[in-house]
């Protein structure tokens, strides 16, 4: 056999060994979702090894900077972020096609190596839009050439790790997606089922308030005839023992006259006549009645109004009743000559806040959450209705009302209401 056909023979089993290695190298790959760079160390390592370079890393470029997202070798750790401005990198970006240097250093018009190393190829990561995203670089301490085989191996594997980085973009950014999707279905869930809890409330209401109409009435014609002969007793001749149960009966007749009477208004649906109202003069017009009210005798109640002022819209005599409830609670918690504090916020963007704060002892903090419930009350003869009847009224405004109290400051009761004008 001659000289030249055993050449052959041995470049033969040259290339079917190195097309050997680069079948096995591509079926080691193995890409999952989130593993990335363990994906693209592969790639690098797998260049390096097949073409006989020094050093390989897998770059990502966007807006005039490389990220080094994988590198054959160790390179410490953080983030590697690079200008492409005057780097071989660059010219690839620019180009948009492979370049391969023999020796960077005598042609510099190419962009600068890194420091040790001379020769260089580039081959440009391209997407199936045909969109450059990134490089794999190889880096050679010693000048050398770069066969076209060399460049179609790294071509090969360049195709795979663009496909890797374009799908794992794609997969976080349906990630963010259906994060914003997700938050956007509980958020609309729970409106909904704010929606339905509001419109069974509104059925449970309206259905105790048909019943509760009728339950009055029903007490309210027999309750009158009794006060009608308790009071006839009145005029008559008695002994200071029975005049003491007359008096007795005829005030708990009284207030369950009031009782009945709150529990229409609490049940009654809230029907607004709506105007728009100037906070301050609403106010002002409330405190002449209020310092009239045998809560308020001796009590002193500082207003403190908004300038410039400010427009709600409302109905004014529920709103009426919602402050002259709130500040005869407030009155009714201090003691005579100390003082109640009004005070109008505007502070907040579409918001005002009327602020009623007294001094007085401290609500339990265990209290506060059941102060607006029916029937509940802290006063030994309280009907428990008052604030229930207030929270009613401020949420047919779309407005709310909260509490908060403690032994240093005190108790604020805080009405919100949404602002028309200033």
Partial sequence: MSKTSNDEILLHNQTWQRERQIIIRLSSLNYRTGELGSYLHN?????????????????????????????????????????????????????????????????????????????????????????????????????????????????????????AIDNYHLYQQQCKFNHILEAEVEKRTAELQATQAKLLEQERLAA??????????????????????????????????????????????????????????????????????????????????????????????????????????????KLKQVFINILRNACEAVAPGDIVKCKVDCSHINKVYINVHNGGEPIPSEFISKLSQPFFSTKPCGTGLGLAITKRILNAHNGELSICSDLLTGTTVSVQLPVVSF
């Avoid at 020769?119 to 990561?125: N, S």
């Avoid at 009158?224 to 149960?245: C, D, H, N, P, V």
């Fill in 43 to 163: 790639i690098a390592c797998g260049v390096s090894e097949l073409i006989g370079v020094d050093w390989t890393v897998v770059t990502f470029c966007q807006e005039g900077f490389e990220t080094v997202l994988a590198s054959s070798l160790e390179m410490g750790d953080g983030e590697h972020v690079y200008s492409l401005h005057g780097l071989l990198t660059g010219t690839v970006i620019q180009m948009g096609h492979s370049l391969a240097v023999k020796d960077a250093q005598k042609y510099p018009e190419y962009g600068q190596a890194p420091e040790g190393y001379c020769a260089y190829l580039g081959i440009p990561l391209r997407t199936a839009e045909n969109k450059v995203i990134g490089t794999i670089c190889s880096f050679n301490h010693q000048p050398r050439d770069f066969t076209k085989e060399d460049i179609q191996i790294v071509e090969l594997f360049a195709e795979r790790a663009a496909t």
């Fill in 208 to 317: 105790i308030g048909e019943f509760a109409a009728m339950i009055v009435h029903e007490i309210r014609n027999p309750l009158t005839t009794m006060i009608m002969g308790l009071k006839y007793f009145q005029k008559t001749i008695l002994t200071e023992s029975a005049q003491e149960r007359l008096a007795l009966a005829l005030t708990e007749s009284s207030r369950l006259e009031r009782l009945l009477s709150e529990i229409l208004l609490y049940a009654k649906p809230q029907v607004l006549q709506l105007c728009e109202l100037d906070v301050n003069e609403l106010i002002h017009e409330l405190l002449v009645y209020i310092h009239e009210m045998p809560e308020a005798l001796e009590r002193k109640i500082e207003f403190f109004p908004v300038l410039p002022t400010v427009k709600v819209l409302g109905d004014k005599d």
